[in-house]
């Protein structure tokens, strides 16, 4: 009996233990498509529009690569060949423009980049052009969950909103799309304005009204 008791706490202590996340923020991702609409909606976009998001990740704490990103920001506009809906499907070729914090020095913005190409969910691949702006963003202090600003100056805007009844239009809505990338607590709401201002990639967009945003947290 000794001897079993034995063997059960040497595998006990020799269990892996689950490591504690590195880095944690918020999360913003709006899109030129509805991710919570209908499925007659839905179908009617599907390789006409919604080839264009903006992701937003917001450090609160931590560390990326061992350099400290507390309270620094990054942004990633990107453009695909195909429409945005479920990254699980194939949806083309993407290009992408980050935007970093202008707070962060050489190595912090080294750090954010390389932070938003792993949490991308392979979106983040091909980057047209790495800018730095001063971001302005208010996401996680709004005490309903919905409701979110990131500006970066000159090249990102973006306003959110909770959804409410008089966002249902067929009255067949659902959460239709996952988010783009892993995060929690995701919960989609309404676009007021989102637009991408920059040169390079090619197009600029912007998208009022639409039910295309998603909010939520990260840890890596």
């Not at 707070?103 to 390389?114: F, T």
Request: proline content about 3%.
């Amino acid at each position: 009996m000794r001897h079993a008791a034995f063997l059960l706490a040497a595998a006990l202590v020799s269990l892996p233990a689950f490591a504690a996340p590195q880095i944690t923020g918020y999360y913003v991702e709006t899109r030129t498509c509805d991710v919570y609409t209908g499925p007659c909606f839905a179908n009617s976009e599907i390789g006409l529009t919604g080839k264009e998001a903006i992701l937003a990740w917001v450090v609160d704490k931590g560390a990326w690569n061992g350099v400290s990103l507390d309270g620094l920001s990054v942004i990633a506009a990107v453009r695909a060949e195909g429409t945005l809906d479920d990254t699980r499907r194939d949806t083309g070729a993407t290009d992408a423009v980050l935007i970093v914090d202008e707070r962060a020095d050489a190595a912090q913005r080294a750090a954010l980049a390389d932070m938003a190409k792993a949490l991308s969910n392979g979106l983040v691949v091909t980057v047209a052009q790495v800018r730095t702006a001063a971001i302005d963003a208010n996401v996680g202090t709004c005490s309903k969950n919905g409701c979110a600003e990131v500006k970066a100056e000159g090249l990102v805007e973006i306003s959110t909103r909770c959804l409410n009844n008089g966002d249902h239009i067929c009255g067949n809505e659902e959460t239709y799309y996952p988010p783009l990338t892993n995060i929690e607590n995701a919960t989609p709401a309404y676009t007021e304005v989102s637009k991408f201002e920059g040169k390079d990639l090619g197009k600029t967009w912007q998208d009022v009204g639409s039910r295309s945003a998603f909010l939520g947290s990260f840890a890596a």
